[in-house]
T-cell receptor, first 111, second 114 residues
Framework: GQQLNQSPQSMFIQEGEDVSMNCTSS?????WLWYKQDPGEGPVLLIA?????ELTSNGRLTAQFGITRKDSFLNISASIPSDVGIYFC???????????FGKGTKLSVKP | GAGVSQTPSNKVTEKGKYVELRCDPI?????LYWYRQSLGQGPEFLIY????????DSGLPNDRFFAVRPEGSVSTLKIQRTERGDSAVYLC????????????FGQGTRLTVV
């Protein structure tokens, strides 16, 4: 089936550092979403991308939809302790259908 | 409440028993999704509803799993003859409609089969 390859699997960074993670696939997608999940909670949407090449920011977060429509990245600037959690790249087949999740990037921030 | 509500939050059951997991979506949301998340993994799709009908149930692992949404609002995920491998967090999400819209997730039901 369609898979999203997310990297890195985990990151340990110092507070204040910038973070970059990405997601690739062998399939073309029309939507890229980035979700964050805190322990014991459901995933929460951070950024949604709907057009190839689109670059979108949400506060300290910036995400881009790759031109090939097979990849996306998420950057977090000036990380803070509450950025800790698991970040998932998510996509969707066409404009309908279920959401496909990557395996996640676990972010740890040292104060 | 304003969000997706899932009950119970935790469920411990014996192997072989039947369980029901409930999801109350956000009022007015027509699309409802069920996902299963094992420890250290991303959520895996099980089934989604558009209104009362199951639009895609291709993620259900076998015929022990079944879900209903009889009035197009609340949904129940039913698992028969539970096995230890069914232990996971079961997540429900809803969206205002199909298409490129945000899916809002509940906190999940942690199912443990002993």
């Amino acid at each position: 089936g369609q898979q999203l390859n997310q990297s890195p699997q985990s990151m340990f960074i110092q507070e204040g550092e910038d973070v970059s993670m990405n997601c690739t696939s062998s399939s073309i997608f029309n939507t890229w979403l980035w979700y964050k999940q805190d322990p014991g909670e459901g995933p929460v949407l951070l950024i949604a991308l709907y057009k190839a090449g689109e670059l979108t920011s949400n506060g300290r977060l910036t995400a881009q939809f790759g031109i090939t429509r097979k990849d996306s990245f998420l950057n977090i600037s000036a990380s803070i302790p509450s950025d800790v959690g698991i970040y998932f790249c998510v996509s969707r087949r066409g404009s309908q259908g279920n959401l496909i999740f990557g395996k996640g990037t676990k972010l740890s921030v040292k104060p | 409440g304003a969000g997706v509500s899932q009950t119970p939050s935790n469920k411990v059951t014996e192997k072989g028993k039947y369980v029901e997991l409930r999801c109350d979506p956000i009022s007015g949301h027509t699309a409802l999704y069920w996902y299963r998340q094992s420890l250290g993994q991303g959520p895996e799709f099980l089934i989604y509803f558009q209104g009362t009908g199951a639009a895609d149930d291709s993620g259900l692992p076998n015929d022990r799993f079944f879900a209903v949404r009889p009035e197009g609002s609340v949904s129940t995920l039913k698992i028969q003859r539970t096995e230890r491998g069914d232990s996971a967090v079961y997540l429900c999400a809803s969206s205002p409609q199909e298409g490129n819209t945000e899916a809002f997730f509940g906190q999940g039901t942690r199912l443990t089969v002993v």
